[in-house]
């Protein structure tokens, strides 16, 4: 797991080349006009999620693990902080249900580790081994979440 500023973004493109294609739809994009729904950057390699969904209590979050990619969760609009909840996801031992393989996700009911917040202006990156459970807090909030292949 990943925490930082947008501005910071350079740093992480050796970690992954798709990294940079992300970024870059980022800083080009108007985030009060871009359309909620999946936006496609790199065909098979990199697309965006863009959603707005009311944040949630901690009390109901859920950990989810990615096998086939990496998450870079951005916040765009409404609240500026967003809360998650993370844990290694080999500690992760209580799963609801089975690894759903088209929408690359699995959830579980464990007690997430730690809690982090991001702000606006900064960026997460969730790896496959990061057991994550995002959009907690309050208040509604526009996000995206770019999936990038591993």
Not at 101 to 128: A, N
Request: aromatic residues 12%; glycine residues 6%.
């Amino acid at each position: 797991m990943i925490l930082d500023s947008i501005k910071n973004a350079e740093l992480y493109y050796p970690l992954n080349p798709r990294f940079k294609a992300a970024f870059d739809f980022l800083a080009q994009c108007n985030p009060k006009t871009i359309s909620v729904g999946r936006h496609d950057i790199i065909e098979g390699e990199v697309f965006v999620n863009v959603m707005e969904i009311d944040l949630k209590p901690r009390y109901e979050a859920l950990l989810e693990v990615h096998d086939k990619y990496i998450d870079i969760q951005v916040i765009i609009g409404g609240a500026t902080k967003e809360e998650f909840g993370w844990s290694e996801r080999k500690d992760c031992k209580k799963a609801r249900g089975e690894f759903d393989t088209e929408k690359d996700v699995q959830f579980y009911t464990d007690e997430p580790q730690v809690f982090y917040t991001m702000r606006e202006g900064q960026f997460s990156i969730l790896y496959p081994e990061d057991a994550h459970a995002p959009m907690l807090g309050s208040g509604k909030i526009k996000k995206m979440i770019f999936k990038i292949l591993k």
